[in-house]
C-alpha cells in the first residue's frame, strides 16, 4: 500500500512537470524561431538515440540489475533537470544535445519504473498501480495544462519560458523525491534468465502493442493540424481534443482497470472507430466527443498490452518485459514522426496509415494472443508460433542478404582499387621508359 501511494504521488508531480515543460516544447522552440523542419530533425535524432538506448540495454540488462537506486534517482533527477539549460539558451546546438540527454534519461528512467513495479506487484497488483497511475497523471496534467496557459498569458514575453520551465523542472524534482523514499529492494540484482520461455508470444503481444502505439502517436501528430488547416477550426477546438482525450482516460483507467482480458475485445474493435469518424465527421466541435471517446479505448488497447506482460512476467522476465515496453514505445515514436513529416499535408494517407495500423493491431491480437483471441486457444498459440517463425525466417534471409552484398560491394571495391593502382603503375612506368 505504501508503494502503490508513493508510485501514485510520483506520477501525480509529473504530470504537473510535463505539461509545463514537454508540452511546452514546440512552442518554446517556434518563439525562439527554430523552423518546423529543424524541430522535426531534433525530435527524429533525440528518438533515435533514445531507441539505440533501449536496444542496448536489451541487450546488456545487467547494467539495470547493479546498483539500482542510483542510476534510477540519477535518470529521474537527470531527466527533468536538462530541461534547465534547454530554456536558458538559444542555440540549436545546446538545446539538441540536453533534449538528447534528457530523453535518454527518460529512457533509463521508463525502465527502472517498469522494473520497480513488476518486481514489486503480482499481476493484480500491476493493475491496480497502473489504473491509479494513469488517472492521476492525467488528473494532474489538466491541471499543469490549465497552469500553463495562465502563466502564458499573464509572464512578460521576454522570461515566461524560462519561469514556467523552471517551475516545471522543480515539480519534477518533487517526484524525484517522492521515488526516492520507495523500496527498491526486490529491484537489486533481479534475475535474469537465460532465454525467453514462450518467445512466439512475447514476439506477438510487442507487435500488437508496437502496432497500436505507432498508430496513436500519428494521430496525434497531425489531428490538430487537421482542424485547423482543412476544418478550419478554431485554435481552442483543437486544443480541446487534448483536454477531452486527457479526461476520458480517467474514465477509462477505471473501466478498464479490472476488467476480464476478453472483455479488451470490445476496447480493440473500437478504436478502429476513432479514424473512421474523424476523416467523415466534417463538424470541428464534434472532435471533441471523437478524442473522448478515443481517450476510454484507447486507455483500454494499452492497458491490455501492460497487462500481458504482467500476466507472462515469468516467462518473459521481469528486466526484459522492463526494458521491452520502453522499447516499444520509443521505436513507436520513431516510426511515426517521420511518415507524419513526409505526408505532412496529405491528410487522408495519414488517417489510413493509421486506420490500417489499428486494423493490423486487431489482427494481431485476435488471432495470436490466447486471452482476446476470437479463435480456440490452441489455434491463436499455432498463429503466434507461425507468425514468429516466419517473422525470424524472413529477418534471417535479410540479413544473409545484406551481408552477401555487403561483401560482393568491399570485392567490387577492391578490384576497383587495384585496377587504379595498377593503371598508376604502368602510367609510372610509361613516363620514367620515355625519359
Not at 134 to 141: D, E, I
Not at 375 to 389: Q, W
Request: charged share 10%.
Amino acid at each position: 500500500m505504501r508503494l502503490k501511494l508513493i508510485l501514485t504521488l510520483e506520477i501525480a508531480f509529473a504530470g504537473i512537470y510535463l505539461a509545463l515543460t514537454r508540452s511546452l516544447l514546440v512552442i518554446y522552440l517556434t518563439s525562439i524561431g527554430l523552423t518546423v523542419g529543424y524541430i522535426s530533425a531534433m525530435v527524429v535524432a533525440s528518438s533515435t538515440a533514445s531507441l539505440i538506448l533501449s536496444i542496448i540495454l536489451y541487450k546488456f540488462p545487467r547494467f539495470v540489475a547493479r546498483r539500482v537506486r542510483v542510476k534510477f534517482i540519477l535518470a529521474h533527477a537527470g531527466e527533468r533537470i536538462f530541461w534547465i539549460p534547454m530554456v536558458l539558451t538559444d542555440n540549436m546546438y545546446m538545446i539538441t544535445l540536453s533534449y538528447m540527454i534528457l530523453n535518454m534519461s527518460s529512457t533509463i528512467l521508463g525502465v527502472f519504473m517498469n522494473l520497480l513495479i513488476y518486481s514489486s506487484f503480482d499481476e493484480a497488483g500491476i493493475r491496480d498501480v497502473t489504473a491509479k497511475r494513469t488517472a492521476a497523471y492525467n488528473f494532474t496534467n489538466v491541471i499543469g495544462s490549465i497552469l500553463s496557459i495562465l502563466l502564458l498569458a499573464i509572464l512578460p514575453p521576454e522570461v515566461k519560458f524560462q519561469i514556467i520551465f523552471i517551475t516545471g523542472s522543480l515539480i519534477g524534482l518533487l517526484s524525484t523525491l517522492m521515488i526516492s523514499l520507495a523500496d527498491m529492494s526486490k529491484m537489486e540484482g533481479v534475475e535474469i534468465p537465460p532465454a525467453i520461455e514462450r518467445p512466439e508470444q512475447f514476439f506477438s503481444i510487442s507487435s500488437f502493442l508496437l502496432a497500436f502505439l505507432t498508430s496513436n502517436n500519428l494521430l496525434g501528430i497531425f489531428w490538430q493540424p487537421y482542424l485547423m488547416n482543412v476544418l478550419n477550426a478554431p485554435d481552442y477546438v483543437a486544443a480541446g481534443i487534448n483536454f477531452a482525450g486527457t479526461f476520458a482516460s480517467i474514465l477509462g483507467s477505471a473501466l478498464w482497470a479490472k476488467r476480464s482480458l476478453r472483455t479488451f475485445r470490445i476496447a480493440l474493435a473500437s478504436v478502429i472507430l476513432t479514424p473512421i469518424t474523424a476523416i467523415l465527421i466534417p463538424i470541428p466541435s464534434a472532435h471533441i466527443g471523437i478524442s473522448a471517446f478515443n481517450g476510454v479505448v484507447g486507455t483500454g488497447a494499452v492497458f491490455l498490452g501492460n497487462f500481458l506482460f504482467a500476466r507472462y512476467l515469468s516467462r518473459f522476465g521481469v528486466l526484459r518485459s522492463s526494458i521491452i515496453m520502453v522499447l516499444l514505445s520509443n521505436l513507436s515514436q520513431l516510426l511515426a514522426t517521420p511518415f507524419g513529416i513526409i505526408f505532412s499535408q496529405n491528410y487522408m494517407i495519414l488517417f489510413i496509415s493509421v486506420l490500417l495500423l489499428m486494423i493490423s493491431s486487431n489482427f494481431l491480437a485476435l488471432l495470436t494472443i490466447p486471452e482476446v483471441a476470437m479463435v480456440p486457444a490452441h489455434a491463436a498459440r499455432t498463429y503466434s508460433y507461425l507468425l514468429y517463425t516466419t517473422s525470424l525466417t524472413g529477418y534471417s534471409f535479410i540479413v544473409e542478404t545484406t551481408v552477401e552484398a555487403i561483401t560482393l560491394t568491399l570485392r567490387l571495391l577492391a578490384l576497383t582499387l587495384v585496377l587504379i593502382i595498377l593503371y598508376i603503375l604502368y602510367r609510372l612506368v610509361w613516363f620514367l621508359a620515355m625519359i
